[in-house]
Structures are given as C-alpha cells and as structure tokens.
C-alpha cells in the first residue's frame, strides 16, 4: 500500500508523463478500492492545502490541471475551470475516485462526471426556438417565430420588417406624413432563445429570455428613451445630437454611442450595467425625472452596480467573458453561488428551482454551452458535490 502511495505521489510531482508513466498510472489504480484513493489524496494534499492560506487558491488550481492533463481530457471540454472554493482539490479526487471502477471509461469521455449516478430519469431540453413577441400600439401581439417574411406592421411613419434572416427591424415607410409618437414593446419569455432587433435610428438590442425593451418605432425630439426589464446588450448608433436613454427599474444610462449590456432582472439582488466599448454615466432615475445625482461615468471593462437601498458602486474588474456569455449561446460562471447558478438555469429552460434542505454553500466555476440539456448544464454543480433530480419542469437541489 505504502509503495503504491509513493509511487503515485512521485507521479504527480513530474512536469511531464512518459507512456511508461501513463502505463504505470493505469497499473496502480487497478484494484485500488475508492477508500484507499480517497485516503491518499486526503493525505497527500488536501492535507498540504490546509497549511496554506486561504487565500492560496493556486496550489488547488494547479493540482486540478495537472489531473486533468495526466488523465488525457481535452482543453476543449463541455465543462471547464469548474471549482468550488475551498474544495479545489476534493473536485479534483473525485475524478481520479471515478477510475477505481472503471478508468477506460474516465479516459475516454470528454466531459467532467457530476456526482450523481446515472443519467436523471427526465431531462430537460434547451430552447430550441424563439418564442419573441411584439405588442403593438393598439395592444395587438405579433409572433415573431410564427411570422413570416415581410411588412408586419405599419406603426406610425415606421414599418415593422421581419428580414429572411429572420432578425426583426424598424424602417422608414417612405411618403407615411404621420408624425404620431408611438410606442412598442418586444418581450422574450423565459425559455426562448436570444432575439435581437434593430431599432428606427440603426441601434442594434439583444434580449435574454426574460427580458423585455419598449421603445418609440420612430426617434423624435433631442433625446431617444428606451426601457427595459430584465437583461439587454445594447449597441448604440452614435448621434451627438440625440443622446440615448435606458432606463432599467431605477437605474438610467445616458450614451453616445457605445456597447453596454444591463441585467436588471426583478430577481437579481443589483442592477449592473456593464460597458464593452465607448463611455456612458450611469445614475439613479426615478419615474418622470431624469438621472439624479450622484452618477458614475464608465469606461470600458467597468461595471456600475445599483443596491436596492440606490447605493451606486463601480466595479474595476469585471469579467466581460462572463457577462456576455448569454449573447454568445454559453452559461458562464466566475465564482457564483448555487442561488446565482439556478436564477439563470430557470430563465433559459423555463422551470422551477426548489431546495430541498439549507441551500448548498460555496462558489463555482464552470462553462458550458447555452444548447445542452439541462442536466448536462448542472454538472458545474454536481462536479463539486452539488446534487440534484429533474421532476417534471422542477429542479430540486438535494441537500
């Protein structure tokens, strides 16, 4: 038992593996019981971690890495950078627990395996088309999926066009005189996939499912005004002249012309706008005022975050990947909580979360794309020892 012990911390302390190194991996863990590894790695290094500072994540960081590239996973996996601080290392000793039963299969499969066992009895599938609807100035709801190409909608001077491309746009009806102020609202519902739009003035707006923009089918005046619920990256057409306004539940942007994205979900605890390209003020609003001092001005790869008590703050370093990660078809986490984790999942999959239990503690780390089942997604969970079972349109987190 010692030998085999020391032979595989030898192991583990190489830069490299040759193919008798990966050989003699193969030959240790045969016939290891889980109980034994499990030992092992309590002694050898989770032992070591718990001498270092809290704040010495890096030891775990490696360790995990070089599990994974000894093991043979790929770079490109479904899941990736997945941890759950301070448990680095026991996500980590799980994989290499997998193997005792069966190391062919922990070879040869692309993606981390969470700690439930088997496949979930139900599933549930990601959005597989858009459930986008346009409420008319009269209250009349167009379908978007359903729609076909074409002229829509006349609202007011404007034409409501749906492209081959099938995105949606606002262009001018040539020779319409009416000069009427009129407004519309795209909703997206939880469970549908991102639609995007291009507003009267060439601004281009993205939603998330939940979310929803009203606007004016045409820009009038000095000043374009938009509202929002929800979670919207927007690209703003630059005009000098006419500065452009969101308003998120009690947060307002003023821009230029820049790119922004806002979640201002009713669910999330702040409202964050966060800027990608160009400069925008930040402020509270309250209905029929405009922004209210004080207010902060952002620069690219910042992000302003409103309180529910109207706290303003300014965050210096955010993580963009992660924020747009919904635009670019990916569940993206960067230390978030489980609370954090299922707020999104039941947005896209349009379902239930209940907790069976004290909800689970710590951070997680994980990416996946936006197209897998759900359970293929929880596996940021699972993998650091968060359980759960799908019933019907509810997930329940086991305790």
């Known amino acids: ?9 030898q192991l583990f302390e190489k830069q490299e593996w040759t193919d008798e190194d990966h050989a003699l991996f193969l030959q240790l863990i045969d016939g290891k019981t889980t109980a034994d590894l499990s030992v092992f790695f309590d002694h050898q290094y989770l032992a070591d971690l718990n001498k270092a500072s809290a704040a010495d994540n890096g030891h775990a960081r490696l360790l995990l890495d ?16 997945i941890s759950r601080w301070p448990r680095m290392v026991a996500a980590a000793s ?4 997998l193997v005792a039963g069966g190391y062919y299969w922990f070879f040869h499969q692309p993606a981390i395996v969470p700690v439930v066992t088997g496949q979930p009895a139900q599933d549930i599938k990601a959005p597989v088309a858009n459930h986008a609807t346009i409420t008319l100035a009269d209250g009349q709801q ?32 040539k020779g319409n005189t009416n000069e009427e102020v009129v407004y519309n609202t795209l909703t997206n519902p939880r469970g549908s996939k991102v639609i995007d739009m291009t507003l009267a003035d060439g601004s281009h707006v993205w939603l998330n499912a939940g979310s929803s923009v009203t606007y004016p089918v045409s820009f009038t005046g000095r000043e374009r005004k938009v509202e929002m619920t929800g979670e919207a990256y927007f690209e703003v057409a630059h005009d000098a002249a006419r500065p452009f306004y969101v308003t998120a539940r009690n947060m307002g942007v003023q821009v230029l ?39 902060v001005l952002l620069i690219p790869g910042k992000q302003a975050q409103l309180t529910g008590d109207e706290q303003l703050k300014t965050i210096q370093e955010v993580d963009t990947d992660e924020v747009m990660a919904w635009k670019n078809s990916r569940f993206q986490f960067n230390k978030a909580t489980v609370p954090q ?24 780390r994980g990416e996946i794309s936006r197209d897998a089942p759900a359970s293929e997604a929880l596996k940021i969970l699972a993998a650091s020892g968060v359980n759960f079972k799908i019933d019907n349109n509810t997930i329940v987190i086991l305790p």
């Open 1 to 9: 038992m010692e030998n085999r012990e020391s032979q595989l911390q």
């Open 142 to 173: 167009v379908l978007l999926d359903s729609a076909v190409d074409g002229q829509l909608a006349v609202q007011g001077n404007v034409q409501l066009i749906k492209l081959d491309n099938g995105k949606i746009a606002y262009q001018p009806d």
């Open 66 to 81: 070089r599990i994974h590239e000894r093991a043979g996973i790929p770079e490109a996996v479904p899941v990736r950078r």
């Open 257 to 295: 012309g820049t790119h922004f994205n806002i979640n201002a979900y009713n669910d999330e605890e702040n409202i964050k706008a966060t800027l990608l390209e160009g400069k925008v003020k930040v402020a509270v609003i309250r209905k029929g005022t405009a922004l209210l001092p004080p207010s």
């Open 94 to 97: 799980i994989l290499l627990l």
């Open 341 to 364: 984790v299922m707020r999104q999942i039941a947005r896209w999959y349009n379902v239930d979360v209940k907790y069976e239990g004290a909800v689970p503690g710590g951070y997680f």
